[in-house]
């Protein structure tokens, strides 16, 4: 499955305007908003993802590294037989995403996916 990456601010607010038909979850330092196969738009054929780090969580080269930390995570995860036809928009709350171990964010991540709508998974 291809997996690519929501970069243009359109597409963001895209997903913000059908917040109706999104799933939100929380996990600890981040948060997922996740349009579903269904609900996204032109009928999509591959997992589109993007994330959203801000100021406040840290230096640039905290930043960077958490961005990609996430960009390892959904690169996982296309290796892992996921969906496709989905987007998601991951929000980083605090620094402290960046000390929790790895295979930890990617178990919290996946668990959550799977139980979106009986699993994107």
């Known amino acids: 499955m291809k997996v690519s990456t929501m970069k243009s601010r359109r597409e963001f607010l895209a997903l913000k305007s059908g917040s109706s038909s999104c799933k939100f979850f929380y996990g600890g330092s981040l948060m997922c908003v996740v349009q579903t196969a269904d609900a996204a738009v032109g009928g999509e054929s591959c997992l589109r993802w993007g994330s959203v780090v801000s100021k406040r969580v840290g230096s640039a080269v905290v930043r960077n590294r958490i961005k990609r930390r996430l960009r390892a995570i959904f690169s996982e995860f296309s290796r892992s037989g996921l969906k496709s036809g989905f987007r998601c ?33």
């Not at 709350?93 to 919290?108: L, Q, R």
């Not at 991540?109 to 709508?117: A, T």
């Open 89 to 121: 928009v991951v929000i980083v709350k605090s620094a402290t995403f960046s000390s929790v171990p790895f295979d930890a964010i990617v178990e919290n991540v996946y668990k959550k996916l799977l139980s979106i709508r009986g699993g994107v998974c």
